[in-house]
């Protein structure tokens, strides 16, 4: 495999061997020169036509920690704004010799036509498709789980029996959908809580349990909570009333905090808006791990890098 | 293909043995403290540990050791499949100012040297970098030689050297396979 598009390409042996690689390029980032000469002379373009704070920085951190030359690509200021389609855009990057294109666009399945497409020879790294997947935030989230779990002894293992329940906007997430894949891979056991109007039509061929009710969800004491942002920028309709009982039904606030086990993880992909799906108590408390996955998505994004890059023929 | 034993057990601990008194010699009136045996996955993580242990009766403190990982550090990722790399794990006191002994079971092209040597820089500056490995077998690439060899084995590129450590395989021996006779 010489893209990774989707998680749900990966097996049980590729996905442990992502975050395996993942816990050595964390080490790099302990010593006194935190950067490897691997990926001299690759070219890397991050090319997002949508925003992002924490993929593209992490993207490109992670490209220069391991030597690539990367060129940020972002559609606003670039001849996208005059009317150039995706095909004239990724014909000029390979004409300027890309190894790989990490793209991120509204459009579910842009990466794939990417890939699929004889425009350009790179390798593609998926980094968000319209409402399809996003598979580096799910690896980077295992990644947390496998780490808060094991710690040091994390090495070779899944995420077996593991209790991870998904809450908030699950129609316009495909942080959702790639993590409902690879969980099940992992061999975690996965619920999703949400309003019904904001669940996808065929959800009920996922591999997930469904549940509306956040109270009862969080008193049947979970390992994982994940709470999902509300993508109002695709919401072209109304799903809930408003957002002050959106957060009072959905959001994780400080008495459901209170409720939860001692250990449970409280995750976020962020952006977070704080009050509204997560109180500001519980995106600062201990049991949250916001800021680990941020600093775990830079190992990710060098591990994705390195095995579909250092060799000819990629390795995923 | 036939393959022809050429170290039994015995002869790989005394081997070790020697190496351990030569670095010791080597080291003069420096105390042992100043030692760091870096073993190179993965046979060489478990000869480093072996000569630390015998260092540890020889002399008196104890010569850290750790592992250190090339694979980051390869000029052949390209040409074939990816490696998934091992861990590095750099002794508390870290390597600089240090006497640091590179550990390997072969010394072949010296690729893997090169690699080690720049890998090293990047985790500080020893005083010295010295190099231990059980078999030499030639056929050098680059300029770099051992200080400390367990035995030196004339091959034809032909011929393959197969390390095998109780630790790593459950079996102890060295042997050569294929080429003439």
Do not use: C
């Given at each position: 495999m010489?893209h990774l598009?989707s998680t749900?390409?990966?097996?049980l042996?590729?996905?442990?061997g992502?975050?395996?690689?993942?816990?050595?390029?964390a080490?790099?980032?302990?010593?006194?020169?935190?950067k490897?000469?691997?990926?001299?002379?690759?070219t890397?373009?991050?090319?997002?036509?949508?925003d992002?704070t924490?993929?593209?920085?992490?993207f490109?951190l992670?490209?220069?920690r391991?030597s690539?030359d990367l060129?940020n690509?972002?559609a606003?200021?670039s001849?996208?704004s005059?009317?150039?389609?995706?095909?004239?855009?990724?014909?000029?990057?390979?004409?300027?010799?890309?190894?790989a294109?990490v793209?991120?666009?509204?459009?579910?399945?842009a990466?794939?036509?990417?890939?699929?497409?004889?425009?350009?020879?790179?390798?593609i790294l998926n980094?968000g498709?319209?409402?399809?997947?996003?598979p580096?935030?799910?690896?980077l989230d295992?990644?947390t789980?496998r780490?808060?779990?094991?710690g040091?002894a994390?090495?070779g293992r899944?995420?077996?029996?593991l209790?991870?329940?998904?809450?908030?906007d699950?129609?316009?997430?495909?942080?959702a959908?790639s993590?409902?894949?690879?969980?099940?891979t992992l061999g975690?056991?996965?619920?999703v809580?949400?309003?019904?109007?904001?669940?996808?039509?065929g959800?009920?061929n996922w591999?997930?349990t469904i549940?509306?009710?956040l109270?009862?969800?969080?008193?049947?004491?979970p390992?994982?909570?994940?709470?999902?942002r509300i993508?109002?920028?695709r919401?072209?309709a109304a799903?809930?009333?408003?957002?002050r009982?959106y957060?009072?039904?959905w959001?994780?606030d400080?008495?459901r905090l209170?409720?939860?086990?001692p250990?449970t993880?409280?995750?976020?992909?962020g952006p977070m808006v704080r009050?509204?799906?997560i109180s500001a108590a519980?995106a600062?408390?201990?049991?949250s791990?916001?800021?680990e996955q941020?600093?775990?998505?830079?190992?990710i994004?060098?591990?994705?890098?390195y095995?579909?890059l250092?060799?000819?023929?990629?390795a995923? | 293909m036939t393959?022809r034993?050429?170290l039994?057990?015995?002869?790989?601990?005394?081997?070790?043995?020697?190496?351990?008194h030569?670095?010791?010699?080597?080291?003069?009136?420096?105390?042992i403290a100043g030692?760091?045996?870096?073993?190179i996955?993965t046979?060489?993580?478990?000869?480093?540990k072996?000569?630390?242990?015998?260092?540890?009766e020889?002399a008196?403190?104890?010569?850290a050791?750790g592992?250190l990982d090339?694979?980051?550090?390869?000029?052949?990722?390209?040409?074939?499949p990816?490696?998934?790399?091992?861990p590095t794990?750099?002794p508390?006191?870290?390597?600089?100012?240090?006497?640091?002994?590179?550990?390997d079971?072969?010394l072949?092209s010296?690729?893997t040297?090169?690699?080690?040597l720049?890998?090293?820089a990047d985790?500080?500056?020893?005083r010295?970098?010295?190099?231990?490995?059980?078999?030499?077998?030639?056929?050098?690439?680059?300029p770099?030689?051992?200080d400390?060899v367990?035995?030196?084995?004339?091959t034809?590129?032909?011929?393959k050297i197969r390390?095998r450590?109780d630790?790593v395989?459950?079996a102890?021996y060295?042997?050569?396979i294929?080429?003439?006779?």
């Amino acid at each position: 495999m010489r893209h990774l598009l989707s998680t749900r390409d990966l097996d049980l042996e590729a996905a442990v061997g992502i975050l395996d690689v993942a816990e050595d390029m964390a080490d790099v980032a302990t010593r006194e020169v935190k950067k490897l000469p691997t990926l001299r002379g690759k070219t890397v373009i991050n090319l997002f036509f949508e925003d992002s704070t924490r993929t593209r920085t992490s993207f490109e951190l992670a490209a220069k920690r391991l030597s690539a030359d990367l060129i940020n690509f972002s559609a606003k200021g670039s001849s996208v704004s005059k009317g150039e389609g995706l095909k004239d855009t990724a014909q000029t990057l390979a004409a300027m010799g890309a190894d790989a294109v990490v793209i991120r666009h509204s459009a579910s399945g842009a990466a794939q036509v990417l890939a699929e497409s004889d425009w350009i020879d790179a390798s593609i790294l998926n980094a968000g498709d319209g409402t399809h997947e996003h598979p580096t935030q799910a690896l980077l989230d295992a990644f947390t789980m496998r780490k808060r779990l094991h710690g040091n002894a994390s090495r070779g293992r899944d995420l077996d029996g593991l209790r991870v329940t998904i809450v908030g906007d699950i129609l316009h997430s495909r942080v959702a959908r790639s993590n409902v894949w690879l969980l099940r891979t992992l061999g975690a056991i996965v619920t999703v809580v949400a309003p019904a109007t904001l669940l996808p039509s065929g959800i009920d061929n996922w591999p997930v349990t469904i549940g509306y009710d956040l109270d009862a969800a969080v008193d049947d004491g979970p390992d994982v909570v994940m709470m999902l942002r509300i993508q109002a920028e695709r919401m072209h309709a109304a799903y809930f009333p408003n957002t002050r009982e959106y957060s009072r039904e959905w959001g994780l606030d400080d008495d459901r905090l209170r409720r939860l086990r001692p250990d449970t993880m409280v995750m976020h992909p962020g952006p977070m808006v704080r009050g509204l799906e997560i109180s500001a108590a519980a995106a600062d408390s201990s049991r949250s791990t916001v800021l680990e996955q941020v600093a775990n998505g830079v190992s990710i994004r060098m591990a994705v890098l390195y095995l579909l890059l250092a060799s000819e023929g990629g390795a995923l | 293909m036939t393959a022809r034993t050429l170290l039994q057990p015995a002869d790989i601990t005394r081997a070790l043995t020697r190496i351990s008194h030569e670095i010791l010699e080597s080291q003069g009136d420096d105390s042992i403290a100043g030692l760091v045996l870096l073993g190179i996955p993965t046979r060489g993580v478990a000869l480093a540990k072996r000569i630390g242990a015998l260092l540890d009766e020889l002399a008196p403190g104890s010569a850290a050791t750790g592992s250190l990982d090339v694979t980051m550090y390869r000029d052949d990722l390209a040409g074939q499949p990816t490696r998934a790399p091992s861990p590095t794990q750099i002794p508390a006191g870290g390597i600089d100012g240090k006497t640091v002994v590179l550990v390997d079971d072969v010394l072949y092209s010296g690729r893997t040297i090169r690699a080690a040597l720049d890998a090293l820089a990047d985790h500080g500056r020893p005083r010295a970098v010295r190099l231990a490995v059980l078999v030499d077998r030639g056929h050098r690439e680059l300029p770099i030689r051992a200080d400390f060899v367990g035995k030196n084995l004339p091959t034809s590129a032909e011929e393959k050297i197969r390390v095998r450590l109780d630790e790593v395989d459950g079996a102890e021996y060295v042997e050569i396979i294929g080429g003439a006779k």
